[in-house]
């Protein structure tokens, strides 16, 4: 469930935005000062922020350039263009002046959860039951940890982009070269039959099929 925090010290407010994003079918937290905001961020990362800019504790101002890869929509009686020129340049990804109709908002946080959706999927390539993460260089099949070495890593990658599609060899080690200097063509056959094993101990498929004088395949195989 897209989780959105609010941070606003007006409790009407707060309250009125939980009981119509809550209908949505977005799941709400609240902060009511800065310092609140900061202390719930250090334990969890909700998909998106409403934020005042006149809060207790650390003000909006302050706060924003504490909060990193979360759209934040600044929600505040300022209606000063200075003061939205200034935030929005300073990170913030939309500015609502209040009061606002709340259709127009729910409009933008859907326009913001998407933008933020087609971006973190460029980070994650998926295959069947395989999924890929970039940001965190890590593997999950069927939800499970896959624990790959740098240069396993660099061939799945590979493979995930170019799925279905026979890559040669000396193609894989021009590609991934930059990463896994360390790779040659001896040992490439020993790393993609240790990438396979990995995979089909969580699968019990064969993943990787191997193309004989030509290279390697990603496709599913019983």
Same mark, same amino acid.
């Given at each position: ?47 998106? =922020? %409403?934020?005042? +800019? &006149? ?8 706060? !924003?350039?504490?909060?990193?890869? @979360? ?83 660099? =061939? %799945?990658?590979? +493979? &995930? ?8 060899? !000396?193609?894989?080690?021009?590609? @991934? ?46």
């Amino acid at each position: 469930m897209i989780q959105i925090l609010i941070i606003d010290d007006d409790r009407h407010i707060s309250e009125m935005l939980t009981e119509s994003l809550t209908a949505e079918g977005y799941a709400v937290s609240a902060a009511f000062s800065g310092t609140e905001a900061l202390a719930l961020l250090s334990q969890s990362k909700p998909d998106l =922020i %409403l934020l005042d +800019l &006149m809060l207790p504790g650390l003000t909006g101002e302050e706060l !924003l350039p504490k909060i990193k890869d @979360i759209p934040v929509i600044v929600v505040s009686a300022k209606a000063d263009v200075t003061d939205k020129v200034g935030l929005l340049l300073g990170g913030a990804a939309d500015y609502m002046t209040k009061p606002f109709e709340m259709q127009e908002l729910l409009a933008r946080i859907a326009v913001q959860l998407r933008k933020n959706g087609d971006a973190k999927e460029k980070d994650v390539l998926r295959y069947h039951e395989i999924t890929l993460f970039n940001d965190t260089r890590t593997v999950k099949v069927n939800h499970t940890d896959v624990k790959l070495t740098r240069t396993e890593y660099a =061939i %799945l990658k590979l +493979l &995930m982009q170019n799925p279905e599609q026979v890559i040669a060899k !000396l193609t894989i080690l021009e590609m @991934i070269g930059a990463d896994t200097p360390d790779c040659t063509e001896d040992s490439l056959k020993i790393h993609v039959h240790n990438l396979r094993r990995k995979l089909k101990a969580v699968t019990g498929k064969d993943y990787i099929s191997a193309v004989w004088g030509i290279g390697f395949m990603l496709a599913e195989k019983s």
